[in-house]
């Protein structure tokens, strides 16, 4: 069985927070992880889901939840959120707080109102309940990890490609979507414009579906 490197949780924010920006993790990886495998042999895999692991735990202890945690393997952030009744909504595209005026002490009125829907549900995160579980280190052989990875090497190849696709699925960033929400969308713009519908349109329908074919290789959970 794969052994978890413990990483200590303190170290890790400290690093974050004085990061000049977004770390990537092979940066974070050689900065924090390589220096605590002692020189033992250690997968690649291994450290990556260490990391993962460690920081997740921090998104999910309310000792760190005075932290905004940003979990992306381009680009990890930690950062002190906004005071001063400044909106705490975050944009991993230009690593920035949205910092308007609140109307709730938490976010403006824009993105009050976008998040409002969705306030009191309950929100799925599967990479959440993966990287949270310490025995998923043992994975590591799997078919579906395989296809993870996949659909990573793909995403980083044809990056502007995969921000088209998103913006025409209108996610706004990778971070807001998954498997589950791609597929509901799919389904809609599919019954919308469908040839068989009195407004149905052939070539939305093919450029639908080659949206979707790039995406769905790339959110495989």
């Known amino acids: 069985m794969n052994k978890l490197i413990e990483i200590p949780r303190d170290d890790l924010v ?29 997968t ?30 381009m680009h990890i952030v930690i950062r002190n959120y906004p005071v001063h009744n400044k909106c705490i909504d975050y944009n991993p595209c230009t690593d920035s707080f949205c910092e308007n005026q609140t109307v709730d002490g ?4 824009f993105h009050y109102n ?6 009191g549900s309950i929100i799925c995160d599967l990479l959440n309940e993966f ?3 310490p025995y998923n280190i043992n994975y590591e ?5 395989k296809k993870v990875y996949n659909g990573f090497t793909k995403y980083i190849i044809n990056r502007r490609k995969v921000e088209q696709a998103l913006s025409f699925f ?24 469908h ?10 329908i093919k450029e639908i579906n080659a949206h979707y074919t790039l995406l769905k290789e790339i959110f495989v959970l």
Do not use: W
């Open 14 to 42: 400290a690093y974050c927070l004085n990061a000049p920006g977004p770390v990537m993790e092979s940066v974070v990886i050689r900065e924090i992880v390589n220096p605590l495998c002692n020189g033992y042999p250690v």
């Open 44 to 73: 690649l895999y291994q450290k990556h889901f260490s990391l993962f692991h460690a920081l997740y735990s921090i998104k999910n202890d309310p000792v760190y939840y005075k932290f905004m945690v940003h979990i992306h393997p």
């Open 106 to 109: 938490t976010y403006c009125a």
């Open 114 to 119: 976008l998040y409002a829907p969705f306030k």
């Open 131 to 133: 990287y949270s579980d």
């Open 141 to 145: 052989y799997s078919d579906e990890l």
């Open 170 to 193: 209108s996610f706004s960033a990778i971070e807001h979507c998954n498997k589950a929400l791609l597929q509901k969308r799919y389904r809609e713009l599919v019954k919308k414009y």
């Open 195 to 204: 040839p068989d519908h009195y407004h149905g349109d052939t070539t939305m």
